[in-house]
């Protein structure tokens, strides 16, 4: 026993554990099946759930077969009418009610979370569970508000979730609460490491009288969240967790009209700049990637420090880092707790290695060996910017370190990666924050903070991190739909046979041309194909490839105001006006003067569609900015040659993104022609590129391209199948419409071309003297 002044000079902690008495007693003598139609099943085929912390197990829970993945989703359309004609108010009744529950078994949600996650009891119980109260708060209130605030949507029906298991409960009210909320019903599969918290949700649903049917539980592994993807039942599928199965649903779910999420992994930047407060800064990589065992989606893995400040800022963190206490995840005052399994042990351990052979130097504290799967909190330095630690997400208590000269090279570093979820900005110097906030490509940017979440804070990434959003109103809109059919399927064109230039018979050259970078082109292949009245160019891949060139060259568009976009669009729509007559005799009076309206109307938003500020926590400003995407690809509809074209190019330019637009392949002159309008309009060169031809092959090529960052496709089911699948490898959103629609009402001018034109981002910046 030390003596009173040695215990003061040791400061050392003593226990402090939490009691599991209450988890253990919930537990005792039970084994879990599904939740489904409103009460448990019996399970045909178990497995356990395990403490990562001990490798004890704690109980066994069923895995989910097709069979019972397609009872839930039975049960969950069964609801689905009767949910959804509940008024908002009775909708927001049911999910106040599961707030309060959650609320009165916060112990216990967080005794069991820590159990079945390895996560310290600190986190569970002052984030985890106030955070997953918030969010059923919050959309409860959305229900209430939801037929003032959407008018003209509805739910989308049944919908598939899929949650990964680093943060258990909070994922369910992420992706339960806004769903319910919008009139949804539900089929959810938690992670099969982490089912327990979920199962007690399960428990609440009963309690708070919720509808039969209306949230379904299935748990299980990997099978039984492909079950839940591929089921035609599903109207819906939000999905979190690696991006790899992303990837996956996105190519499963491409044949169907399933409307997809996706919210997946990151390699987030974590910058301080020489003026940062670099004690706050050193606290900041605590909270980034040491909270949660670095198991975090948005951990903030890369740190880049400016040079100046470099050999200081990593000394203070390796003093830091070895005082944080690594051991039972139910002490109180353990701040790293177990990784989930022994698999991701490996897998972190392997990544690491791998890192180590590549030249960089671990600096790492201490962990117990076990029993369970613990990690020391380790910091990577001397890598190069293709060492295998700076490119894979580890998803463990594993930093890099790397520095950088000028904030432009910052910028570089931090979107040298495939992914763009998040991104933490340490400076005192506002306008360097900021610049920086805004020229980062990530969905979240958190300046001189990190990790700091809420339900009326939009959360969802770019890129290889998916698309969607989740929280506040801009989250809501994931589970609505804009109902705007009107027809039926859209039908396939005929197959083009083109004739090489010249060979139409006619003397005089009269093919149309392509439009490229702002001028006019031949088309690679040197083919045109025949049209009533026209020959027109028959574009390929290259001259696609050449088009998504120019529009990348064309960057400035997207950084010029709203005002100077919408005074080009209005410049726009008086010239295509003063052609109406030319215009009239290729596609009638009634859609010319349609388009001409449109083009005014798409003008009119140009500098309107903006972001918000959210009320979120306390000294803090939370912008959610409206940004481009950056370059565009859009397959217009066939109907429609001029007024489709106009609808759907100009909300996307209005927007600040650049196009390249394939027309209608059919009777594709009105839109060739406008090349002129275009000219005379002050529309930058390579803002709207024109490529005509085959359809489905141009559309593929789009998909495909990586410097496309969305594709607007309102095709034949065929066309946007394809362009779905073929989106997978860089992820880029796919607005995929297969159904006829009427471009000269109000469907033709949806504030749906807008919302779908934009992704969010979040900055959060503090105040506070
Ligand atoms: P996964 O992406 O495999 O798991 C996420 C969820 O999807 C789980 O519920 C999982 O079920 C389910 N699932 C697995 N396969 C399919 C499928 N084919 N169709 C539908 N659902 C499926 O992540 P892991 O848990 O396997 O972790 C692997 C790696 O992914 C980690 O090491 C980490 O790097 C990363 N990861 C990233 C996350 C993020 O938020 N960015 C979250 C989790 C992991 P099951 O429980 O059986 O696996």
Known sequence: MPTVPEALTLMDYGPAPESTDHAME??????????????????????????PA??????????????????????????????????????????????????????????????????????????????????FYHHAGWAELLADEFPGYRPHGVCGQIIPWNFPLLMLAWKIAPALAAGN??????????????????????????????VNIVTGDGRSGAALVAHPGVDKIA?????????????????????????????????????ADLDAAVEGVVDAIWFNQGEVCCAGSRILVQESIAETFTNRLKTRMKTLRVGDPLDKSTDIGAVIDDTQLQRIRGIVDQAVAQGAVLHQALA??????????????????????????IFGPIVTLMTFRTPAEAVELANNTRYGLAASVWSENITTALDIAASVKAGIVWINGTNIFDANAPFGGMRDS??????????????????????????PVAALS???????????????????????????????????????????????????????????????????????????????????AEFAAQVGEAETQAAIARAFYWAAWADKYDGRVHSTQGAHVTLAMKEPFGVMGVICPEEAPLLGFVSTVLPAIAMGNRVVAVPSQSNPVAALDFYQVLDTSDVPGGVVNIVTGPRGELADTLAKHDGVAALW???????????????????????????????????????????????????????GA
């Open 185 to 214: 019903t539900i089929v959810l599969k938690p992670a099969e490491q982490t089912p327990l918290t979920a199962l007690l949700f399960a428990e609440l649903c009963i309690e708070a009288g919720l509808p039969k049917g209306v």
């Open 26 to 51: 919930w537990l005792k003598g039970r084994s879990f099946g599904h939740f489904i139609n409103g009460k448990f099943t019996t399970a045909s085929e178990s497995f356990a759930t395990n403490s």
């Open 466 to 491: 998916g698309f969607g959003r989740e929280g506040a109103r801009e989250g809501m809109l994931a589970y609505l739909t804009f109902d705007a059919a009107t027809g039926g399927t859209r039908k």
């Open 713 to 767: 496709a309102f095709a034949d089911p065929a066309i946007c199948e394809n362009a779905k699948t073929q989106s997978a490898s860089n992820l880029k959103p796919v607005w995929a419409e297969t159904h006829l629609r009427d471009w000269s009402g109000a469907a033709g001018q949806a504030r749906e071309f807008l919302q779908r034109a934009v992704q969010v981002k979040t900055i959060w910046v503090p105040y």
């Open 368 to 393: 117990p060996n076990g029993p369970g799967s613990f990690c020391a909190p380790g910091l990577l330095t001397d890598l190069g910017a293709a060492n295998i630690a700076m490119t894979e997400e």
């Open 498 to 580: 083109g004739l090489p230039d010249g060979a139409s018979g006619d003397a005089v050259d009269r093919t149309r041309k392509l439009y490229i970078g702002g001028a006019q082109k031949r088309p690679d292949g040197g083919y045109s194909y025949a049209v009533p009245g026209a020959q027109v160019p028959m574009g390929n891949r290259k001259d696609i490839r050449n088009a998504v060139e120019a529009a990348e060259k064309a960057g400035k568009w997207s950084g010029v105001t709203g005002h100077n976009r919408a005074q080009v669009l209005y410049f726009l729509a008086e010239n295509l006006n003063a052609r109406a």
């Open 54 to 135: 001990s490798g004890v197990e704690l109980v066994q829970v069923a895995q989910g077969s097709d069979s019972d993945v397609d009872s839930a989703v039975k049960a969950a359309r069964k609801a689905a009418p009767g949910w959804a004609a509940l008024s908002g108010h009775m909708r927001a009744r049911y999910l106040y009610a599961l707030a309060r529950l959650i609320q009165k078994r916060e112990r216990l949600f967080a005794v069991l979370e820590s159990l079945d996650n390895g996560k310290p009891i600190r986190e569970s119980r002052d984030i985890d569970v106030p955070l997953a109260v918030r969010h």
């Open 239 to 275: 999905f979190t967790g690696s991006t790899d199965i992303g990837r996956t649903i996105r190519r499963a779910t491409a044949g169907s009209d399933k409307a997809l999420t996706l919210e997946l992994g990151g390699k987030s930047p974590f910058i301080v700049f020489a003026e």
